[in-house]
């Protein structure tokens, strides 16, 4: 069973809709979930991180933890073409981070 | 402020041949990661640094090996290679220190070393 999963994608969203990410994890002692951007090429560059259970909003991005469920998701609003890309949830185990395969998210002008 | 910077960036080498790829971390941070990312993947663990030992390792097999300086930078060794180890080869960088020793730091990486076996 994979650590950290996410669906591969894409997904699609219009300019100016909400794209919604999601990735689920098995690890309970997980304590922290960040969440990437990966242009293609490029290496991953950090969005916002949570720790604790519930909504987390930083400009046009809201990252929601739900411990209980093992669940942590990333909304986009007003999704622009720039933010298409591969985006990767990762989950904090003793020592290392754990990612997930990412989710690539494509935005349609 | 001088982010993770890694080198070489780009890199081709043939089956058996060994490569050593270095890092710098963040300034102020201490602890150095090495993740490899296959192309369609996600960055996986390949061992982590602090205070100059190896103080986690993933599910990589021995040729894989790393080493801290005192400066914190870090370098990444990869003997006998294989076709399969052609990859993106990512450097981390965070402090430990952050929440108290909790692991809650961020990780900041670098743009990478593209390695192509042949």
């Known amino acids: 069973q994979k650590e950290v999963e996410q669906n591969s994608g894409p997904l699609s969203v219009p300019e100016g809709a909400i794209a919604s990410l999601n990735c689920t994890y098995s690890?309970?002692?997980?304590?922290?979930f960040f969440w990437y951007r990966q242009y293609s090429g490029k290496s991953p560059e950090l969005i916002m991180f949570i720790y604790s259970n519930g909504d987390k909003e930083d400009g046009r991005f809201t990252a929601q933890l739900n411990k209980a469920s093992q669940y942590v998701s990333l909304l986009i609003r007003d999704s622009q073409p720039s933010d298409s890309a591969t985006y990767l949830c990762?989950?904090?185990?003793?020592?290392?981070?754990?990612f997930g395969t990412g989710t690539r998210l494509k935005v349609l002008a | 402020d001088a982010g993770v910077t890694q080198s070489p960036t780009h890199l081709i080498k043939t089956r058996g041949q060994q490569v050593t790829l270095r890092c710098s971390p963040k300034s102020g941070h201490d602890t150095v990661s090495w993740y490899q990312q296959a192309l369609g993947q996600g960055p996986q663990f390949i061992f982590q640094y602090y205070e100059e030992e190896e103080r986690q390792r993933g599910n990589f097999p021995d040729r894989f090996s790393g080493h801290q300086f005192p400066n914190y930078s870090s370098e990444l060794n990869v003997n006998a290679l294989l076709l399969g180890d052609s990859a993106l080869y990512l450097c981390?960088?965070?402090?430990?220190?952050?929440?108290?020793?909790?692991?809650?730091?961020?990780?900041?990486f670098g743009e990478g070393s593209r390695l192509t076996v042949l």
């Open positions: 690890d309970r002692g997980s304590q922290s």
């Open positions: 990762a989950g904090t185990g003793t020592y290392k981070y754990i």
């Open positions: 981390a960088s965070s402090f430990w220190g952050l929440a108290g020793g909790l692991n809650t730091g961020e990780l900041f």
